[in-house]
């Protein structure tokens, strides 16, 4: 049962993606009926949530069945204050990634909605979808006389135009679920600091799934399942130097560092300052020391002087067995997403910026290095044009097979043959949804029903 409609989107951005869907090259492999009907249900697919929460764990730490175990026990008891009949946990394992555990979503529920409406933004939104409670910094109406107890509907903001503050909201709003309110109105909207907390906390969402928020924080870590299949594409070893050219949060550069048991050194790179805290405070909390972010751009990330002078960038050219590139992207991927206000322009601005890191990545790799390129993106102009582009401009790399490959090939439509297809990675929900929740086992459907994603795999000869 498919609840929301499907990702509203600037009229000029949903002409665009339907281009790139239905490009000559995919019209005359499969027509144009099949084509539409894919372009149609990735834009329902992309505003609900995957039917499962992935979690990466910490196998460098304790076994995966240890932090099962307590994942399960943990979980337990945050579901005591739940009705019996809703408390059933299951925890499953992929037949294939060896460190992630797989939740069940339940969903969507029947929940009846209440007279008292909390708006949010659409990220905020978002977020309630998967699990989370409301933050107080997400919420942009309330009840005028809302205080902390209050049960109230929570709903998000379908086209960002509910202003913050408002007591009411009639714009296009979807219902997210039922809470309590933990905060009074006041507390959210008329104070001198930024309000900061919990301020609805979910108890009936529409879709339930567990709050991870403080649960075994150096154990399991919320990654998406492509995310995770990232680091064990890239493939590093112990001892190796790698650098992770677009980092924050620090989710991947982690998960590598955890794969090469904390002995080497992962260099993580990101311009955004602010977010560079966030890489140091992942890498601790997962007591990974092998770890080292810079806060820099990382076009410029290449030195003119072939010796090391600093300990951090900019770096001579070779300095690195393996390269991650892991793209800002337009990331219209991202799922559940209701709305994006994104122009045209800014969601095309992204493959000249992606040209200029890739061009940093390749100087930056040594000879027998790999470089493995992502986003959470589905456009053509940032995926496999991009693919083409490099084998063009760059002689010296070549698509390497993927180790797990559990995504579809890549999509048609920038002129790379059947067999370089074949080695990309393209994670399509858009592609099972008319199974998604049906009778598919959760860990065969883990593997399609993602958030939208691609991976490249290169080799520098
Ligand atoms: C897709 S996110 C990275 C997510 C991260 N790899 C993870 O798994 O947690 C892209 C990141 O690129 C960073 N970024 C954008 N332009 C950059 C540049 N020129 N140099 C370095 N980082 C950049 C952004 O700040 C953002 O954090």
Same mark, same amino acid.
């Given at each position: 049962?498919?609840?929301?409609?499907?990702?509203?989107?600037?009229?000029?951005?949903?002409?665009?993606?339907?281009?790139?869907?239905?490009?000559?090259?995919?019209?005359?492999?499969?027509?144009?009926?099949?084509?539409?009907?894919?372009?149609?249900?990735?834009?329902?697919?992309?505003?609900?949530?995957?039917?499962? +929460?992935?979690?990466?764990?910490?196998?460098?730490?304790?076994?995966?069945? !240890?932090?099962?175990?307590?994942?399960?026990?943990?979980?337990?008891?945050?579901?005591?204050?739940?009705?019996? !009949?809703e408390?059933?946990?299951?925890?499953?394992?992929?037949?294939?990634?060896?460190?992630?555990?797989?939740?069940?979503?339940?969903?969507?529920?029947?929940v009846?909605?209440?007279?008292?409406?909390?708006?949010?933004?659409?990220?905020?939104?978002?977020?309630?979808?998967?699990?989370?409670?409301?933050? *107080?910094?997400?919420?942009?109406?309330?009840?005028?006389?809302m205080k902390?107890?209050?049960?109230?509907?929570?709903?998000? /903001?379908?086209?960002?135009?509910?202003?913050?503050?408002?007591?009411?909201?009639?714009?296009?709003?979807?219902?997210?679920?039922?809470?309590v309110?933990?905060?009074?109105?006041?507390s959210?909207?008329?104070?001198? !600091?930024?309000?900061?907390?919990?301020?609805?906390?979910?108890?009936?969402?529409l879709?339930?799934?567990?709050?991870? *928020?403080?649960?075994?924080?150096?154990?399991?870590?919320?990654?998406?399942?492509?995310?995770?299949?990232?680091? &064990?594409v890239?493939?590093? &070893?112990?001892g @190796?130097?790698?650098? /992770?050219?677009?980092?924050?949060?620090g989710?991947?550069?982690?998960?590598?560092?955890?794969l090469?048991?904390d002995q080497?050194?992962?260099?993580?790179?990101?311009?955004?300052?602010?977010?560079?805290?966030?890489?140091h405070?992942?890498? $601790?909390?997962?007591?990974?020391?092998?770890?080292?972010?810079?806060?820099?751009?990382?076009?410029?990330?290449?030195? %003119?002087?072939?010796? $090391?002078?600093? !300990?951090g960038?900019?770096?001579?050219? @070779?300095?690195?067995?393996?390269?991650?590139?892991?793209?800002p992207? %337009?990331?219209?991927?991202q799922?559940?997403?209701?709305?994006?206000?994104?122009s045209?322009?800014?969601?095309?601005?992204?493959?000249?910026? $992606?040209?200029?890191?890739?061009?940093?990545?390749?100087?930056?790799l040594?000879?027998?290095?790999?470089?493995?390129?992502?986003?959470?993106?589905?456009?053509?102009?940032?995926?496999?044009?991009?693919?083409?582009?490099?084998?063009?401009?760059?002689?010296?790399?070549?698509?390497?097979?993927?180790?797990?490959?559990i995504?579809? @090939?890549?999509?048609?439509?920038?002129?790379?043959?059947? @067999?370089?297809?074949?080695?990309?990675?393209?994670?399509?929900?858009?592609? %099972?949804?008319?199974?998604?929740?049906? +009778?598919?086992?959760?860990?065969?459907?883990?593997?399609?029903?993602?958030?939208?994603?691609?991976?490249?795999?290169?080799?520098?000869?």
């Amino acid at each position: 049962m498919y609840v929301f409609p499907r990702i509203s989107l600037k009229p000029g951005v949903t002409e665009h993606l339907k281009s790139v869907f239905l490009n000559k090259e995919v019209l005359a492999a499969v027509g144009h009926e099949a084509a539409e009907s894919r372009f149609q249900k990735l834009l329902s697919c992309l505003s609900h949530p995957p039917s499962y +929460t992935c979690v990466r764990a910490s196998t460098h730490l304790a076994s995966l069945e !240890e932090i099962r175990h307590k994942l399960g026990e943990e979980l337990q008891n945050q579901m005591h204050s739940l009705p019996v !009949e809703e408390v059933s946990l299951q925890i499953l394992l992929h037949p294939l990634i060896p460190d992630v555990l797989l939740l069940p979503v339940i969903g969507p529920r029947l929940v009846k909605q209440l007279s008292s409406e909390v708006v949010v933004s659409a990220q905020c939104g978002s977020a309630v979808l998967r699990g989370a409670h409301v933050f *107080a910094p997400g919420i942009l109406s309330s009840p005028k006389y809302m205080k902390a107890g209050d049960e109230v509907s929570v709903f998000s /903001d379908l086209e960002g135009k509910c202003t913050r503050g408002a007591t009411s909201f009639q714009g296009r709003k979807v219902f997210l679920g039922n809470g309590v309110a933990e905060k009074d109105r006041s507390s959210i909207f008329c104070t001198d !600091e930024p309000a900061k907390g919990i301020a609805v906390r979910m108890v009936e969402p529409l879709y339930q799934s567990p709050s991870f *928020a403080g649960v075994l924080p150096s154990l399991a870590f919320l990654q998406n399942l492509p995310s995770v299949v990232v680091g &064990h594409v890239l493939g590093a &070893h112990p001892g @190796e130097r790698i650098l /992770d050219m677009c980092a924050a949060p620090g989710g991947k550069t982690c998960h590598i560092a955890a794969l090469m048991g904390d002995q080497g050194e992962v260099v993580a790179l990101d311009r955004n300052r602010n977010k560079i805290d966030r890489i140091h405070q992942n890498a $601790q909390m997962l007591r990974l020391s092998c770890v080292k972010a810079y806060c820099f751009n990382s076009t410029q990330a290449v030195s %003119s002087d072939p010796v $090391q002078k600093t !300990e951090g960038p900019p770096f001579p050219p @070779e300095s690195f067995d393996r390269v991650l590139l892991d793209a800002p992207c %337009s990331g219209l991927g991202q799922r559940p997403i209701m709305a994006s206000t994104w122009s045209l322009k800014e969601i095309c601005s992204y493959q000249p910026l $992606q040209r200029k890191l890739f061009r940093a990545a390749v100087q930056l790799l040594k000879r027998g290095g790999v470089l493995v390129y992502s986003t959470c993106t589905v456009t053509l102009a940032e995926n496999e044009e991009q693919v083409a582009w490099a084998l063009d401009s760059f002689p010296c790399l070549t698509l390497q097979p993927q180790e797990p490959h559990i995504g579809a @090939e890549g999509m048609l439509g920038a002129g790379l043959s059947p @067999e370089q297809l074949r080695l990309l990675q393209r994670f399509s929900p858009e592609l %099972s949804w008319d199974h998604t929740e049906t +009778t598919t086992p959760l860990p065969c459907r883990a593997s399609t029903d993602t958030i939208g994603f691609f991976i490249a795999k290169f080799l520098k000869k």
